[in-house]
C-alpha cells in the first residue's frame, strides 16, 4: 500500500464524516419539526371552530383597557403623594416605632397576659409585680428608641411617655398615634378632593367594561368547554388511528383482533362544533351593545379628564393615557364590526400557519386557552443582542489584532495572544454567574448616578437586560474575532508592505493605508463568524438576558436595549427538557432549531462570500 494514499484516504475521509455529521443534523430536524406546520394548521383550526378566535376579537384590544387604567391609577397616585407623604411617612414611623417597643419586651409582656388570661383571674397581688416590670422594661426600651426627624421634640418626648406606658390592657391606642393617624386621613381627604375629577374619570373609566368583560368570560368560558371536547376527540381519534395501522401490519391472527377489538372501543363521539359556534355568534347583537355602552363610558371619562395633574410626570402619563383612548375606542367598534364578518368554517391556509409562525408576535405555551408560536419575539431578542455584541466586540478585537501583529514587541505578543485566546476556555456558563452577580448590579449601579441621567434607558429597571448578555458575549467573541484577524493581516503579501517602505511611507501609513485596507476582507470574515458565534450561545443569554418573551418597546429609542427579552437559543434550552416528545410545542422548537440551523449557515457563507469577494491578489 502506498502511504501516500493511505494519508489521502484518512483525510478524506476525516472531510467526509463532517459532512455526514452536518447532513444528519439537518435530516434530524427536519424530521422532528417537519410535522409542525400540518400540526400548528389543525390546532389554529380548532381554535377558530371551536369560537375561541370570535372570543378574542373583543377580549384582545378590552385587555388594552387594564394597561390604561393602570396608568390612570399610577396619575392618581403620583398625584396624591405630594400632599400624602408627609402625614404618611409620620403615621407609618410611629406605628413602626410602636411595634419595635413592644417586641424588645416580649418576656413582660407574654408574663402578664397569661397572668390576664388564667381562670380564675390572677389576684391584684400577682399582677401589680407584673406590672411594675413591664412599665420598668418598657421605659427602658422607650428611652432608647430611634426617633427619626419627621416629628418634633416634644412629639418625641410624647412617643416616649406613650410607648413607656404601653401594656396589654389597655386597648386603644396611644393618642399621639390615634391623632398622626387623624391627620393622614384627613390629608387624603384633602388630596382626593383636590382632585376629585381625575379620580371620579379614572374609577368610572375602570368599572366602564365590568359588564362586557362578564359576557365575554362566559362566552370563552363556553368556547373553552367545546375546545376541551374537540381535542379530546382528536387523542382518542389519533390512538383510534394507530391501533388500527398496527391491527393491519400484524401477522398474528389473535393480536390482530385484539388491536381491533381495543381500537373499537375507543371510538369517541365527534363534537358539534358549528352547533357550539352558533351558540356564541347567536349573541353578536348583545356584544356589540356592550362594546358600545363600554366604548361611550369610556369616552366620557375620557372628556371628564383633567388638563393637569398633581406632577410634571404624572401629568405626561395623564396625557399619554387621553391620547390613547381614542384609538383603543376605534379599535374597540372596529373589533365589534368584525363580529358579522368571522365564520368559524373558513379554512386556515398552510400559508396562514406559516404568518402566524415566522411573522407572530406571541409565543404563549402551556395556555388554558390556545398556545401561540410567534417567532418574532424571540428572533428580535436574538438579533439586539447580537448586534450589542459584535459593535461592542469589533473594535476591541480588530484593534487588539492591529497592535499585536503590527506594533507589539515579541514579549508583548507572548502575553497578549494567550491571555486572548484563554477567554475561549472559559465556560460559558461560569460567565452567566458573573453577568448575574456581577455585570448587572454594575450596570444598574452606574445607571442611577445623577450626572448619567441622560443616557437614555437610565436608571435601568432590570439588570437582567440585553445589553448584559450582548456585553458578555461580545467578550466570548472578542477571541474568535481577535485570531482571524490577526490572521488577515499575516496574510496581507509581504510584496504590499515593501513597496509602501520603498515609497517612503511611514509605519503608521503603512498599517492603516496597505496592510489593514488588503486584509479587510479576513476582517469581515472575522467579523461574520464573531456574528454567528454570539448568535448561536445558548448559556448566557439564558442566565442574563431577562427571558421576558415580548418584541422589545423600541420606541423607547436608544433605551431598548436595557429591556429583558428571550432568545432563539434561549427558548430552546428552557423548554425542550419540559414539552412532551411530538407534541406541537415540540415541534415547534425544532422549527425554532431549524431557522436557527439556517442562520448559522447563512452567516457561514456570507463570511466566505466576502473573503473571497475582496481577496487581495497575491503578488
Known amino acids: 500500500m502506498d502511504p501516500q494514499k493511505v494519508i489521502k484516504h484518512f483525510f478524506g475521509a476525516n472531510a467526509s464524516v463532517a459532512v455526514i455529521v452536518l447532513v444528519l443534523i439537518m435530516v434530524f430536524l427536519l424530521r422532528e419539526g417537519i410535522d409542525f406546520l400540518p400540526t400548528y394548521r389543525h390546532e389554529l383550526q380548532t381554535y377558530r371552530r371551536a369560537g375561541l378566535e370570535f372570543c378574542d376579537l373583543i377580549d384582545r384590544p378590552l385587555k388594552e383597557h387594564q394597561d390604561i387604567s393602570s396608568g390612570l391609577r399610577q396619575v392618581v397616585s403620583a398625584s396624591l403623594e405630594p400632599l400624602v407623604k408627609t402625614a404618611r411617612d409620620r403615621r407609618d414611623a410611629a406605628f413602626l416605632l ?173 363534537v358539534n362544533l358549528e352547533a357550539s359556534t352558533q351558540e356564541l355568534t347567536a349573541r353578536v347583537g348583545e356584544l356589540r351593545e356592550q362594546v358600545e355602552k363600554y366604548v361611550l363610558a369610556a369616552e366620557k371619562a375620557a372628556t371628564a379628564l383633567p388638563a393637569e395633574a398633581g406632577t410634571p410626570e404624572a401629568t405626561r402619563q395623564l396625557q399619554q393615557a387621553r391620547a390613547s383612548l381614542p384609538a383603543h375606542a376605534k379599535e374597540m367598534r372596529q373589533a365589534a364590526a368584525d363580529l358579522d364578518q368571522w365564520r368559524a368554517d373558513k379554512p386556515v391556509s398552510m400559508l396562514t400557519v406559516v404568518g402566524a409562525f415566522f411573522f407572530g408576535t406571541q409565543w404563549i405555551t402551556n395556555s388554558s386557552w390556545q398556545d401561540f408560536f410567534g417567532f418574532v419575539p424571540l428572533l428580535t431578542g436574538s438579533v439586539v443582542i447580537a448586534l450589542i455584541a459584535v459593535l461592542i466586540a469589533t473594535p476591541i478585537s480588530v484593534i487588539a489584532a492591529i497592535y499585536t501583529n503590527q506594533f507589539a514587541t515579541d514579549r508583548e505578543k507572548e502575553i497578549i495572544k494567550p491571555v486572548i485566546e484563554f477567554i475561549q476556555a472559559i465556560p460559558s456558563v461560569v460567565l452567566g454567574f458573573i453577568g448575574i452577580s456581577l455585570v448587572g448590579n454594575l450596570i444598574k449601579d452606574v445607571s442611577e448616578w445623577g450626572w448619567l441621567q441622560w443616557v ?142 439556517a442562520i448559522s449557515l447563512l452567516v457561514n457563507w456570507c463570511a466566505r462570500t466576502v473573503a473571497r469577494r475582496f481577496e487581495p491578489h497575491k503578488a
Open 98 to 270: 410602636k411595634r419595635q417597643a413592644e417586641e424588645a419586651i416580649p418576656h413582660q409582656r407574654e408574663a402578664l397576659e397569661h397572668a390576664l388570661e388564667q381562670t380564675p383571674p390572677a389576684t391584684p397581688e400577682v399582677l401589680e409585680p407584673l406590672r411594675q416590670d413591664l412599665r420598668k422594661a418598657a421605659a427602658a426600651t422607650a428611652a432608647t428608641l430611634p426617633y427619626p426627624e419627621l416629628f418634633t421634640a416634644e412629639e418625641k418626648k410624647r412617643l416616649q411617655a406613650e410607648f413607656a406606658a404601653l401594656t396589654p390592657e389597655a386597648a386603644d391606642l396611644p393618642p399621639l398615634l390615634q391623632a398622626l393617624a387623624a391627620e393622614f386621613s384627613a390629608r387624603d381627604r384633602e388630596g382626593r378632593a383636590e382632585f376629585d375629577a381625575l379620580i371620579t374619570a379614572q374609577e368610572e373609566f375602570e368599572e366602564a367594561p365590568e359588564a362586557l368583560q362578564e359576557l365575554v368570560d362566559e362566552l370563552k368560558e363556553h368556547a373553552q368547554e367545546a375546545k376541551e371536547k374537540a381535542d379530546e376527540f382528536h387523542v382518542l381519534e389519533q390512538n383510534r388511528q394507530r391501533l388500527l395501522e398496527a391491527a393491519a401490519k400484524a401477522k398474528n391472527a389473535d393480536e390482530k383482533a385484539s388491536l381491533t377489538e381495543e381500537a373499537d372501543a375507543s371510538v369517541a363521539e365527534p
Open 456 to 597: 437614555p434607558g437610565f436608571p435601568i429597571q432590570e439588570r437582567l437586560n440585553m445589553f448584559n448578555a450582548g456585553c458578555l458575549l461580545a467578550f466570548m467573541a472578542v477571541p474568535t474575532m481577535f485570531s482571524l484577524s490577526e490572521d488577515a493581516l499575516n496574510n496581507v503579501p509581504r510584496s504590499y508592505i515593501d513597496a509602501s517602505d520603498a515609497l517612503g511611507a511611514t509605519k503608521l501609513q503603512t498599517v492603516f493605508r496597505v496592510i489593514v485596507p488588503a486584509g479587510i476582507s479576513g476582517i469581515l470574515s472575522a467579523i461574520l463568524l464573531g456574528l454567528g458565534r454570539v448568535i448561536g450561545e445558548t448559556m448566557v443569554v439564558l442566565l442574563v438576558a431577562g427571558n421576558r418573551i415580548a418584541i422589545p418597546d423600541f420606541s423607547a429609542g436608544p433605551g431598548v436595549i436595557f429591556q429583558p427579552a428571550h432568545t432563539l437559543t434561549g427558548i430552546i434550552a428552557q423548554e425542550l427538557g419540559e414539552v412532551s416528545r411530538g407534541s406541537a410545542h415540540w415541534q415547534a422548537l425544532f422549527m425554532v432549531g431549524i431557522v436557527l440551523f
